[in-house]
C-alpha cells in the first residue's frame, strides 16, 4: 500500500492536507492515493483547469489545485468554504493560499531525490497531526 492510501484511511471529516513541493513532485499522485484511502471510487483527476474537484464517497474529498491561480486571487474565490465543508480537502500549492489554511492542518511537502525517488516531509500543528504520523508510523512498523 502506498503512504497516500495509508494517509486517507486515517483521515476523518474536517481534516485538511496542504500540499507543498516543485512541479512533477507527485503532489497529484499523493492526492490520488488520499482518495483511494478514503473510499472514493472514482478516477481523480488533477484539477489544474477546474481549480476543484469534487468526489463523494464515505467522506467527501475536495481536491484544490492552485497552480494557475495568482496568489491576489485566493481571497475572493470562496475556497475557505471548502475547509468547512465537513469532507476532507486536499490542496495542492498550498502556499498560494496560507492566509486562508486552517491552523490544525497537515503539511506534507514533497522533493524529487531522482526520478523515481521522492522525499516526504509531513509536519503540521495539533492532535490530529500527532494521530497521523503514529499511525502512519505503526503502518510502516508493520510492513516491516
Not at 125 to 141: F, P, Y
Request: proline share 2%; aromatic share 4%; hydrophobic share 40%.
Amino acid at each position: 500500500m502506498i503512504i497516500g492510501e495509508q494517509l486517507g484511511r486515517l483521515l476523518i471529516e474536517g481534516d485538511v492536507i496542504a500540499l507543498y513541493g516543485d512541479l512533477g513532485t507527485g503532489k497529484t499522485v499523493l492526492a490520488k492515493g488520499i482518495a483511494r484511502g478514503v473510499g472514493i471510487q472514482d478516477t481523480v483527476h488533477s484539477p489544474t483547469f477546474t481549480l476543484v474537484h469534487e468526489y463523494m464517497g464515505p467522506l467527501a474529498l475536495y481536491h484544490i489545485d492552485l497552480y494557475r491561480i495568482d496568489e491576489s486571487e485566493i481571497e475572493s474565490l470562496g475556497l475557505d468554504e471548502y475547509m468547512e465543508s465537513g469532507g476532507v480537502v486536499v490542496v495542492e500549492w498550498a502556499e498560494k493560499m496560507k492566509v486562508l489554511l486552517p491552523t490544525e492542518r497537515i503539511d506534507i511537502t514533497l522533493r524529487k531525490t531522482n526520478e523515481s525517488t521522492r522525499e516526504i516531509v509531513i509536519t503540521g500543528q495539533g492532535a490530529r497531526v500527532e494521530t497521523i504520523i503514529r499511525g502512519l508510523v505503526s503502518n510502516a512498523d508493520a510492513c516491516v
